[in-house]
């Protein structure tokens, strides 16, 4: 809503955020801090200003007025709030009074209604304002029942997520631990292979000591027995000599006897 072009009224109870015209050039009334060069708004409030998009707001927690003039752009201002007592209104249209609020304008009327003549135009005025203000009441209901809806979808979709947010986390939550006890398992087998492994290799190295111990043993065994058939072999050797030696003997001792037999001088 662009400014009529003539000093006019807009009227708040807040909390109501009011934008700042963005350039120096408007003919706002009132100071402005430095960084937005700017004559702000004067307000009945220390609220500091608040940016929103490429404008500058400012909070105002109470029923205020606010004049400004000149070809400037000026928006209506925004209510922060879901209080039903909340409101702004626009003051256009009212034949460039700027220095009174729009109740004041109507209590006057109401007054002057009474003490001069033509208290019927007077009256039927008023009738149009008070249909014209009616009316921006149900604009401002409406408004603010569309809000309620807005804002009530918003908290139904930000439970939404939250819930989608904390169903993804717990998913994660036990795929890592699921991840970490099979890790751990891994390890443990891991570990439990390599026992196996050295067991197996000592294992071979027995067997490879006993092989060597059994191959010791067999040779010794040969050696033995090699020595035993050489001892065999002397021994029957012996023997033969021996006999070779008993024959002359026994003979011998045969003949002895012959001759001792046949002597004549034996009695």
Aim: hydrophobic fraction near 35%; proline fraction near 5%.
């Amino acid at each position: 809503m662009r400014c009529p072009g003539q000093p006019h009224w807009v009227e708040g109870f807040g909390p109501v955020a009011f934008p700042v015209p963005p350039e120096s050039g408007g003919a706002c009334v009132g100071s402005a801090p430095p960084e937005i060069r700017l004559e702000a708004l004067t307000l009945p409030t220390s609220r500091q200003l608040m940016a929103v998009g490429h404008d500058y707001y400012q909070k105002a927690s109470m029923k205020i007025n606010i004049s400004h003039g000149g070809v400037c752009i000026f928006m209506l201002g925004v209510l922060l709030s879901c209080d039903p007592a909340a409101y702004v209104r626009p003051f256009f249209g009212l034949h460039g009074v700027a220095l009174q609020s729009y109740k004041e304008l109507l209590s006057s009327y109401e007054a002057a209604s009474w003490s001069y003549s033509w208290a019927g135009q007077l009256e039927g005025e008023l009738k149009a304002h008070k249909k014209k203000e009616a009316h921006e009441e149900g604009v401002l209901q409406r408004r603010l029942k569309n809000r309620l809806s807005e804002h009530t979808t918003l908290q139904e979709r930000y439970g939404v997520s939250v819930r989608r947010t904390e169903a993804v986390r717990a998913t994660f939550e036990g795929v890592q631990t699921e991840r970490d006890s099979t890790m751990r398992e891994r390890d443990a087998a891991v570990k439990e292979r390599d026992s196996l492994r050295a067991g197996k290799d000592e294992i071979l190295q027995t067997d490879d000591r006993l092989l060597d111990q059994l191959t010791e043993s067999q040779r010794q065994a040969q050696v033995i027995e090699a020595t035993m058939e050489g001892a065999n072999g002397l021994e029957e050797l012996a023997r033969l000599e021996e006999a070779e030696l008993e024959v002359p003997a026994t003979l011998w001792a045969s003949v002895r006897d012959d001759v001792s037999s046949s002597d004549p001088l034996d009695p």
